[in-house]
Nanobody, 119 residues
Framework: VQLQAFGGGLVQAGGSLKLSCAAS????????MRWYRQAPGKQRELVAG???????NYGDSVKGRFTVSRDNAKNTVYLWMNNLKPEDAAVYLC??????????????WGQGTQVTVSS
């Protein structure tokens, strides 16, 4: 089971980016899917999370600017980032609680995608 994130890149301040993260492999179900970010010298922080039924939560620094969504049929979570600021620059990592083919739940991490915001 693995998560693969896509969509990072370089954007000017005030711009937008969309990140995607897809789960693949042999698993039974995906519960909560989350986006975290980690900038150099800073602690990893939760950006947004979404349950299988669509309930969401956001970190205070991104509320009103970022939107998380998911496509359960594709086992994919998205992060729509608007009005990006230089302080949003980080490696964005996806994480999900996944029930493996053997039936137990694991917290799976993707490899991360770099977001760079120029001022």
């Amino acid at each position: 089971v693995q998560l693969q994130a896509f969509g990072g890149g370089l954007v000017q301040a005030g711009g937008s980016l969309k990140l995607s993260c897809a789960a693949s492999g042999a698993f039974r179900s995906v519960n909560i899917m989350r986006w975290y970010r980690q900038a150099p010298g800073k602690q990893r922080e939760l950006v947004a999370g979404i349950t299988g039924t669509g309930s969401t939560n956001y970190g205070d620094s991104v509320k009103g600017r970022f939107t998380v969504s998911r496509d359960n049929a594709k086992n994919t979570v998205y992060l729509w980032m608007n009005n990006l600021k230089p302080e949003d620059a980080a490696v964005y990592l996806c994480n999900a609680d996944i029930q493996t083919g053997l039936g137990y739940w694991s917290s799976i991490w993707g490899q991360g995608t770099q977001v760079t915001v120029s001022s």
